[in-house]
């Protein structure tokens, strides 16, 4: 009887063996699948994080372009408005010290005399 019950463990022990054997192969299989899904799924995910990244400084260059563009113009513009505005500016004075010659040259005496005062102290 110990005979036989020594050689029933045996048996199941090797069927137990056996099927923890397999159940580890298919499991090894299952983590392996696994681990190739997650690769996978990181690149793809990689790949669509750097087009959306791409998109994104796509969109801010040229939002920064059109900025750089509109700034570049109003700078133009001011320009053109300051010259037009020193223009007239001394086309009017030309023409007042051409009606009144002696009061500019008054002026320009004084405005040279104060000059000379300013700078000689010390």
């Known amino acids: 009887m110990a005979q036989s019950a020594t050689t029933t463990l045996k048996d199941v022990s090797k069927t137990d063996t ?54 570049a113009q109003k700078a133009d513009e001011a320009y053109h408005l300051a010259r037009d505005k020193a223009s007239l500016a001394y086309m009017q004075t030309e023409d007042t010290v051409r009606q009144n010659p002696a009061a500019a040259v008054g002026i320009a005496a004084g405005i040279g005399f104060l000059a000379g005062l300013l700078t000689a102290r010390k």
Do not use: F, H, M, P
């Open 18 to 71: 056996s099927e923890i054997e397999a159940q580890l192969a298919a499991l090894r299989s299952d983590v392996s699948g696994l681990t190739k899904a997650l690769a996978a799924y990181g690149q793809t995910q990689g790949k669509n994080l750097s087009e959306a990244a791409s998109t994104q400084a796509a969109s801010v260059k040229a939002s920064g372009e059109e900025a750089a563009r509109i700034a």
